[in-house]
């Protein structure tokens, strides 16, 4: 994965602090001198309005404000930025997400990049390192997963960081966004998912590192789209909205997108829940079944939610025969949800994570599976996490869309869509990104992460991502411990 | 299978401009002046600055009510003219428990008549207090699920309101001889409560009244309140006396007393006037509320109303500390169970009232162990009241209650319903439960956030 410079697309960034210079400036160039990151320019004609992006503000050792002999330098914090965001995906993390998207380097000091202020569940959570360890080199450590634990006759995959993309359908976003997502999948050597809505043609190149998704609506599903991937994955639900069928609102229902879901322009898209053909493991064992035939080397994901029963969920999901089983904890991302659902409905994933694990492990068949989290991993911190509770990978999304600067302000829903150009299919809205642009800023978020899970692997003396899987003793609950 | 029950929700604009979660900051000083049609803000993509518009009646500008907060100006505009930051009228609206979120959501309920439905994911706390602490559960796979919400699935949301009987007897021909207590089907499980404060003048009441007709529940309004403009609601009233008044009596489908020493005496004296009626007992909810539910229950009551206070908490002046009190949640359960325990529960209806205020919370609290809720201060809400309580100190209402027509805030009251009610059936349907009457006390449906966190924690 290459790292390229890969800037915002808009000309003013948000930043964490605002410097002003005051008239009482005399330009004698200390602040310039004082500052390392560049925050501070005079040209011949005066000095510059300060770069307050650049500025890492309280975090910082060696203060322009301090300095300034005439106190003409006045810092603080931007009411744009706290007003950035929400509890879950706070203004440092979606800052620091954008900073990752653009440099692809860990963000500096000034930012919480590791987790939000939820005040529960990951965000109260704290890795443990032992204070000795055997030094192991960077290059020895890997973050490989297998995704295919079974012994069957079917793609041996493996992906080389422990997470690949949730399903964003054709037609909650924009064609532009899925296929960065695709190329940054396929350069990382993970894979990223088509969601509900169809298979887009200009996907076929990337049929490798493509999840094919079969949910409630089955819009799009043929045979050729399952048997064009490597790895089929039933929605049984969805986390932000468990136990409701998928929304697409009138408006976002676009000719192109209508003739991909063969379905009417204009009129919203309530997939049913559940699959009327299933109502027990038997019904889901013969869906299984039936993917298996059509694509006789293809695994078979199944992406649940989190009842009080998930365990049941996944265990059946096993005899079934699924090669993966998908938890979408309820704090999960989405292109249109109830706000009920999205707040009241299921358990968070931190809580499913350990207890499938646990009971898998019991059943004597957690080698036999993978375990999948997904549904409010943000950051890098909160992969390890989820590995440490026992999940073998994670699926991002929210994390992705923050990279191509969403600001979630949650209308994705509404009208013509994303007006950032990211979870839309309007015509115009969707030129707003451009598909290299979005795929490095994804190859450069990937990039920060896993030289962060490295790190952490590194830190806890581990060679492998897979070392880590179930280790709770590598955590510790800050209100408890 | 009963007839569905459908409401029609009509779409019924604010009168005022409610406050948005964030403003617009236009930094004058920095603004290069650029010609019109170069200006960021002429590219707004919802057209906010174009739509907006000075409001003669609130004097002030309203373009915060249009913006989406896309930061698409923000970020554009060519001297980094334009910011924002979070709006403290937003912030200052309501209190910790009757949240600016839950306030406004209520005040576009009442507009449209819609479920709520947003993008991304949900981006508040982790867990908190009270509702805020439970989880509701869903089902897939092993237990399925109910597609109840575009009506390719019936869920009934009625429950009866009234005594039950626990087996019926007959006689050798096999003819019936118990006589089965009169028992009210309601259609949703919500009644009205009297509003604790606001403007409460007669258009307010009519249109409690006949958003309680139209949505075929019930008002209950203190008797003295009962003006001959609300007779002909009276089928949906419930006058709320602690004495037998025989015109508050005759006529009405159901009575409500306050809970007093002789009251099973009153429903006797109430039943030989009118033996069609159903009566309520209005019980304050706090330390004795367990024995005496138990009590009043064994007694014969029909239907208990436990009264909580405006955030759900249980209302005792003994207790001088006031964090200790417990929420309706916790109370409800317990007299759940007890009724449960003494083999009771089915000969008695629950409702509560107090701290139910938004729909997931009706479906909670039903969970938890009631038949049902009484709402009050939602119905205030719809008619855009701000939770100022100026009007308790005889201060004008800064949305002009007094001035509220009935017809208006009746459908706004019946949009607030009909969305409650699609979002009870959401959940419902998610958990795969087809009847309202099945949900009272399904604590396998529910996960607990102190029960998780010992689970997965301790």
């Not at chain 1, 298996?292 to 009842?307: A, F």
């Not at chain 2, 009276?234 to 009405?252: A, M, R, Y």
Request: glycine content about 8%; overall charge neutral; hydrophobic content about 35%.
């Amino acid at each position: 994965m290459e790292i390229k410079w890969t800037p915002s697309r808009f000309r003013n960034l948000i930043s964490k602090y605002i410097l002003k210079r005051g008239s009482a400036c005399i330009k004698c160039g200390i602040c310039v001198k004082t500052c390392q990151f560049g925050v501070h320019k005079i040209y011949s004609a005066g000095p510059s309005r300060p770069k307050d992006a650049l500025c890492i503000g309280d975090a910082c050792l060696d203060k322009c404000i301090d300095k300034c002999p005439e106190d003409a330098l006045t810092m603080k914090l931007n009411p744009a930025f706290e007003s950035l965001g929400d509890f879950r995906w706070a203004p440092d993390l979606i800052l620091s997400t954008w900073y990752q998207a653009e440099t692809g380097k860990i963000p500096p000091g000034h930012l919480e990049y590791k987790t939000g202020a939820s005040g529960g569940g990951f965000d109260k959570l704290e890795l443990v390192f032992p204070k000795e360890i055997d030094e192991i080199p960077e290059e020895e450590i890997t973050t490989t997963i297998p995704l295919n634990r079974r012994d069957e006759e079917r793609y041996k995959v493996e992906i080389d960081v422990p997470w690949y993309g949730g399903g964003m359908s054709f037609g909650s976003t924009a064609l532009n966004v899925m296929i960065a997502r695709a190329k940054a999948s396929k350069t990382a050597n993970t894979f990223t998912s088509t969601g509900e809505g169809g298979y887009p043609d200009a996907l076929i190149p990337y049929d490798d590192h493509i999840i094919t998704q079969i949910a409630t609506g089955l819009f799009g599903v043929r045979e050729e789209t399952i048997q064009r991937v490597r790895i089929v994955e039933f929605k049984y639900a969805q986390g932000a909205k468990p136990g409701l069928g998928g929304h697409l609102l009138g408006e976002k229902v676009t000719p192109e997108v209508a003739k991909m879901r063969e379905a009417v322009v204009g009129s919203s898209l309530f997939s049913p829940f559940p699959f009327h053909s299933v109502y027990s493991i038997e019904d889901h064992k013969k869906h299984v079944d039936w993917i298996k035939e059509i694509n006789p080397k293809g695994l078979v994901s199944v992406k649940v939610s989190t009842p009080t029963d998930v365990d049941m969920v996944a265990i059946g999901s096993y005899y079934a025969g699924a090669h993966i089983v998908h938890l979408d904890g309820s704090y999960g991302g989405t292109g249109a949800a109830p706000n009920i659902a999205k707040k009241n409905i299921a358990m968070p994933i931190e809580y499913a994570i350990p207890k499938v694990h646990k009971f898998l492990c019991e059943e004597g068949v957690r080698d036999k599976i993978t375990l999948i989290a997904s549904g409010g991993i943000r950051s890098a911190y909160d992969v390890a996490k989820a590995i440490a509770l026992g999940a073998d990978g994670c699926v991002i999304g929210t994390a992705e869309l923050i990279a191509l600067e969403c600001v979630k302000c949650g209308n994705c829903e509404s009208g013509r869509g994303c007006v950032r150009g990211i979870a839309t299919t309007d015509p115009e809205l969707s030129k707003m990104i451009d598909t290299g642009w979005a795929t490095q800023r994804l190859i450069n978020l990937y990039s920060s992460w896993r030289t962060q899970l490295v790190g952490i692997l590194k830190r806890l003396g581990m060679r492998s991502i897979k070392e880590l899987v179930g280790r709770r003793d590598c955590l510790r609950h800050l209100d408890y411990q | 299978m009963p007839k569905k029950y459908h409401i029609k929700p009509k779409p019924t604009p604010n009168r005022f401009v409610p406050p948005r979660k964030y403003v617009i900051i236009e930094q004058d000083q920095y603004c290069l002046h650029c010609p019109t049609n170069a200006c960021i803000k002429k590219d707004c993509p919802y057209d906010v600055y174009t739509q907006r518009r000075f409001d003669s009646a609130e004097l002030r500008d309203i373009i915060d009510y249009f913006c989406k907060g896309c930061f698409r100006c923000i970020q554009g505009c060519k001297n980094n003219a334009l910011s924002r930051t979070l709006n403290p009228e937003y912030l200052v609206l309501g209190d910790e428990y009757w949240t600016p979120e839950i306030i406004t959501s209520a005040y576009n309920q009442s507009e449209t008549g819609k479920i709520p439905v947003s993008g991304a994911g949900y981006g508040g706390p982790f867990t908190g207090e009270g509702f805020d602490s439970m989880w509701t559960d869903m089902s897939e796979i092993v237990r399925p699920t109910r597609d109840g919400i575009h009506g390719r699935e019936y869920i009934a949301t009625n429950i009866d309101l009234g005594k039950k009987l626990s087996l019926l007897e007959f006689d050798n021909e096999g003819g019936l001889i118990s006589e089965p207590p009169p028992l009210i089907d309601l259609p949703m499980p919500i009644i009205f409560n009297p509003l604790p404060f606001g403007v409460l003048n007669q258009e307010v009441a009519l249109a409690m009244a006949k958003s309680a007709k139209i949505l075929d529940t019930f008002m209950i309004i203190n008797e003295s309140k009962l003006s001959r403009q609300l007779i002909p609601y009276q089928n949906h009233l419930i006058p709320l006396t602690n004495k037998v008044i025989e015109d508050k009596i005759s006529g009405f489908r159901m009575v409500e007393f306050f809970d007093c020493n002789d009251v099973l005496a009153l429903i006797e004296a109430a039943r030989a006037i009118n033996p069609k009626i159903v009566t309520l007992i209005r019980l304050r909810l706090d330390n004795g509320v367990v024995a005496r539910v138990l009590e009043l229950t064994k007694g014969g009551a029909e239907v208990i109303h436990l009264c909580a206070d405006e955030k759900g908490k249980e209302l005792d002046a003994t207790n001088p500390q006031r964090d200790k009190t417990r929420f309706i949640k916790e109370i409800i359960r317990e007299v759940h169970l007890s009724l449960i325990e003494q083999s009771l529960r089915d000969k008695v209806t629950l409702i509560v009232s107090g701290g139910i205020a938004d729909s997931s919370h009706l479906a909670k609290a039903i969970l938890s162990g009631v038949d049902g809720a009484a709402i009050d201060l939602p119905l205030l809400v719809a008619l855009e009241c701000r939770l100022c309580r100026n009007c308790k100190e005889g201060l004008p209402c800064p949305v002009k209650l007094e001035t509220v027509d009935a017809e208006w805030a009746a459908q706004r009251m019946v949009n607030l319903m009909n969305a409650w009610h699609s979002q009870l059936i959401e959940v419902m349907g998610a958990m795969g439960i087809r009847e309202a009457r099945r949900l009272r006390g399904e604590f396998g449906r529910v996960m607990n956030f102190t029960d998780l966190e010992e689970e997965c924690w301790k």
